[in-house]
């Protein structure tokens, strides 16, 4: 049986549970970050289940790509935020980028299926 709605794809649940760890970390940032680092990758992090969920209801396959495509460059911004908050000493990002990258691999996986449709 094919998903329903977005929350039923793995991709999705994955990538929802990495932005609650994103939160989580971001949370013990100093409080000059509110309005810099922590609201940059929180903004990116939530991009990549957000586009995700947008992608998923579009029709066309090249309109579901080009916003998977966006989640994906989303995943990257947020890996140089991790790579930041880390060399500033915000804390240990190691989990947070293994998540990164599995979130990734699942979403290249899906997206090459979508191109497969074609």
Same mark, same amino acid.
């Given at each position: 049986?094919?998903?329903?709605?977005?929350?039923?794809?793995?991709?999705?649940?994955?990538?929802?549970?990495?932005?609650? =760890?994103?939160?989580?970390?971001?949370?013990?940032?100093?409080?000059?970050?509110?309005?810099?680092?922590?609201?940059?990758?929180?903004?990116?992090?939530?991009?990549?289940?957000?586009?995700?969920?947008?992608?998923? =209801?579009?029709?066309?396959?090249?309109? =579901?790509?080009?916003?998977?495509?966006?989640?994906?460059?989303?995943?990257?911004?947020?890996?140089?935020?991790?790579?930041?908050?880390?060399?500033?000493?915000?804390?240990?990002?190691?989990?947070?980028?293994?998540?990164?990258?599995?979130?990734?691999?699942?979403?290249?996986?899906?997206?090459?299926?979508?191109?497969?449709?074609?």
């Amino acid at each position: 049986m094919a998903s329903q709605t977005f929350q039923d794809v793995e991709v999705w649940q994955n990538a929802h549970r990495w932005v609650l =760890k994103v939160y989580e970390y971001s949370e013990r940032f100093p409080k000059h970050e509110l309005y810099g680092l922590a609201s940059q990758l929180r903004r990116a992090a939530v991009s990549v289940p957000a586009n995700f969920a947008e992608g998923f =209801k579009k029709l066309g396959l090249n309109d =579901k790509l080009r916003f998977y495509n966006i989640a994906q460059g989303s995943l990257e911004e947020c890996r140089y935020y991790l790579i930041l908050a880390a060399d500033l000493g915000y804390g240990d990002t190691t989990e947070l980028k293994e998540d990164l990258d599995r979130v990734g691999r699942l979403l290249d996986g899906y997206m090459r299926v979508i191109r497969n449709r074609r």
